[in-house]
């Protein structure tokens, strides 16, 4: 059983940043298959970023070369750093993971966290 507890969320003023944090337990991360969704008030889940074993990352067109993935290892973390945000970027963010490969880029992820809140102001 994999248990995903995110932090960092916060408010912060449009073009600030944030680092979210989601620390894994009950599996080594080095072996999941990692990722970042997001849903605002009234829209649909969406995929932010991925990352596989093989460090193979994934970034939605909305937040290419704004966000970064990454995981550290000897910390059994992942994390998102969060740059340039804009209004558009509020929403719950969850982190997710699994054991297969690729099923997270897919948005088919088995295992999810509670989320944390970012809320972007103009």
């Known amino acids: 059983q994999v248990q995903l507890t995110e932090s960092g969320g916060a408010s912060v003023q449009a073009g600030g940043s944030l680092r979210l944090s989601c620390a894994a337990s009950?599996?080594?991360?080095?072996?999941?298959?990692m990722g970042w969704f997001r849903q605002a008030p009234g829209k649909e889940r969406e995929g932010v970023a991925t990352?596989?074993?093989?460090?193979?990352?994934v970034y939605s067109d909305s937040v290419q070369g704004r966000f970064t993935i990454s995981k550290d290892y000897t910390k059994n973390t992942l994390y998102l750093q969060m740059d340039s945000l804009k209004p558009e970027d509020t929403a719950m963010y969850y982190c997710?993971?699994?054991?297969?490969?690729?099923?997270?880029?897919?948005?088919?992820?088995?295992?999810w966290g509670q989320g944390t809140q970012v809320t972007v102001s103009s």
């Open positions: 997710a993971a699994d054991r297969r490969y690729g099923y997270c880029e897919r948005s088919d992820c088995g295992y």
């Open positions: 009950g599996y080594n991360i080095r072996y999941l298959s």
């Open positions: 990352i596989e074993w093989d460090e193979r990352t």
